[in-house]
């Protein structure tokens, strides 16, 4: 089945730094993928989409300028927490489908574990 | 915004049936239903979807109301490994997003 790889699983920074997140479509191509963010004991909350080629689309509330988004290619996608501050600290986690049609299904990566000392 | 509403936690016994609600009055006629659950610190596993046709694969079933206003998906003989947040998820918009609601957390007892 379709698989989505996101690296690193955890990364522990300083308060200020810019922090890479990476997310892979395995064998398939994505031109849209999804970013999410889960703090402790609640739900995913969706941050942006992805768009292949062109910028994407923030959902509101979501600082543009913080989170950069790029999605280079139809397998990868790029989200970039700039200064980093604790309160970033959170599991953020990238999903991609895998067809174009819209009853198909998500596929999510493993997820990403922020830690902002 | 989710257009799903689930009870916040429930329990079952090893080797039961568990079956989880969800309400989804304002869904359209050509959105589907989507069941995915998350394991503490893992990206969200896909279970079943359906659109107003009962649905069964080799993980659980999805019964669809008629009137397509609710669902339950049914964990046919529940494990320890079944204990998990499941969330139930209407596809909303053109862009195909995926809006999480709050999600049931299931507990199987030993």
């Known amino acids: 089945g379709a698989v989505v790889s996101q690296h690193p699983s955890r990364v522990i920074c300083k308060s200020g730094t810019s922090v890479k997140i990476e997310c892979r479509s395995l064998d398939f191509q994505a031109t849209t993928m999804f970013w999410y963010r889960q703090f402790p004991k609640q739900s995913l909350m969706l941050m942006a989409t992805s768009n292949e080629g062109s910028k994407a689309t923030y959902e509101q509330g979501v600082e543009k300028d913080k989170f950069l988004i790029n999605h280079a290619s139809l397998t990868l996608s790029t989200l970039t927490v700039t200064s980093a501050h604790p309160e970033d600290s959170s599991f953020y986690i990238c999903?991609?489908?895998?067809?174009?049609?819209?009853?198909?299904?998500?596929?999510f990566g493993s997820g990403t574990q922020l830690s902002v000392l | 915004d989710a257009k799903t509403t689930q009870p916040t936690s429930m329990d079952c016994a090893e080797g039961r049936a568990a079956n989880l609600p969800c309400n989804h009055s304002?869904?359209?006629?050509?959105?589907?239903v989507y069941w995915y659950r998350q394991i503490h610190s893992q990206g969200p596993q896909y279970i079943i979807h359906g659109l107003k046709n009962n649905e069964t694969n080799e993980m659980a079933s999805l019964i669809i109301t008629e009137d397509r206003k609710s669902s339950t998906l049914i964990l046919p003989h529940a494990t320890l490994r079944d204990t998990a947040v499941y969330y139930c998820i209407v596809r909303v918009g053109r862009g195909n997003q995926f809006y999480f609601g709050t999600g049931t957390s299931l507990t199987v007892i030993p």
């Open positions: 304002t869904i359209s006629g050509n959105e589907y």
């Open positions: 999903s991609a489908p895998p067809g174009g049609t819209t009853n198909e299904k998500l596929f």
